[in-house]
């Protein structure tokens, strides 16, 4: 129960954490394609967790 309790909380952290980081971010205006790639992976990894 503590396991998925922790689980759930660094989930809710990081979805709140991240959209932030990655608005702040300059590299996706210069790498465009990278950024999209990078996109990409995180989407793939909530699919399939």
């Known amino acids: 129960?503590?396991?998925s309790l922790a689980l759930l909380?660094?989930?809710a952290l990081?979805?709140?954490?991240?959209p932030?980081?990655?608005?702040?971010a300059r590299w996706p205006e210069?790498?465009?394609v990278v950024?999209?790639?990078v996109w990409?992976?995180?989407v793939a990894a909530v699919l399939l967790s």
């Open 1 to 3: 129960m503590l396991v």
């Open 9 to 11: 909380l660094l989930g």
């Open 14 to 18: 990081t979805a709140l954490v991240t």
């Open 20 to 24: 932030r980081v990655m608005a702040r």
């Open 30 to 32: 210069r790498e465009p």
């Open 35 to 37: 950024a999209l790639w």
């Open 40 to 42: 990409q992976c995180v």
